[in-house]
């Protein structure tokens, strides 16, 4: 047991025959990909395994620059996403930056139910202070799954927010850098993605934001 724990041939076998049908359709495909990245998309999502980046919206390898965590949140103590920001900002020079959150989000229904997590409350209580400060929205909703679907959008601009407040995105802006933040949502019910219409281009239009409609 111990022994077959340490090897996953078959995630080998995936990655050689990936390799195989990539090059047979593009033989110069990984030679230009070594070369350099030029992704224009930073893509801030969950590390729910249900949420692929690239493959829901159809893009390969080298055309998006990724950062996830759970509940996709952007907290500005989290050295880890102000590093990404910056390197993609900074260096990459992405022109978009898309936070997208999904519904059947497991940090939402674990903010909503308030049951005691161990550690990982430390985290969604970000989520639980977005519960908190919409709660006349949430709470509205008919039942728990509306609630949380809910509480999935609003989160969404709550981090929209926090991207376009930190100091990376304003000091691009005040460079006059090409740079808009996108607020999205996916269902893994149907595969597909939802615009919430909290699209950011400068900081004078951070204010306009308002919870997204249903």
Known sequence: M???LKKLQQLFENNRRWVEKVTQEDPEFFKRLSRQQKPEILWIGCSDSRVPANQIVGLPPGEVFVHRNVGNLVVHSDLNCLAVLQFSVEVLKVKHIIVCGHYRCGAIAGALSQAR?????NWIGHIADVREKYSAYIDSEPDSVE???RLSELNVVEQVINVCSTSVVKDAWERGAPLAVHGWIYDVADGLLRDLNCCVTSRS???????VPR
């Open 2 to 4: 111990e022994a077959a």
């Open 117 to 121: 997590l161990g550690m990982i409350e």
């Open 147 to 149: 609630r949380e679907n």
């Open 205 to 211: 239009e951070v204010q306009a934001l308002q919870p």
